[in-house]
Nanobody, 127 residues
């Protein structure tokens, strides 16, 4: 089983950028489809973005499209979420998740079936 640890969260102002990282151990992430989800206070967890095993395709929620970018560095066993033009509504705990299936654009439908999850990192965007 792969283990995931997120880092890079913090307190930023609206309009700032932040880069989250997800470090994997136990298994090589090249075998995994990787996704980012987030959960805002009082709200359900939601899909943010994802990337296929080889990194050739990425998928995003409409709310972050054009502002967030998912990337992966398979040799370093790491996945990143670059967040630009942050808004107060981006405030949430951000989670990294892995799945051995190729979920394509459908990661949100399989959220409760992902193979592994990190514990999350908090991002707070002040106005």
């Amino acid at each position: 089983q792969v283990q995931l640890v997120e880092s890079g969260g913090g307190l930023v102002q609206a309009g700032d950028s932040l880069r989250l990282s997800c470090a994997a151990s136990g298994r090589t992430i090249s075998n995994y489809y990787m996704a980012w989800f987030r959960q805002a206070p009082g709200k359900e967890r939601e899909f943010v973005g994802s990337i296929t095993r080889g990194g050739s395709r990425t998928y995003y929620a409409d709310s972050v499209k054009g502002r967030f970018t998912v990337s992966r560095d398979n040799p370093k066993n790491t996945v990143h979420l670059q967040m630009n033009s942050l808004k107060p509504e981006d405030t949430a705990v951000y989670y990294c998740a892995a799945d051995s299936r190729n979920l394509g654009p459908g990661a949100s439908r399989f959220m409760n079936e992902m193979d592994a999850w990190g514990k999350g990192t908090l991002v707070t965007v002040s106005s």
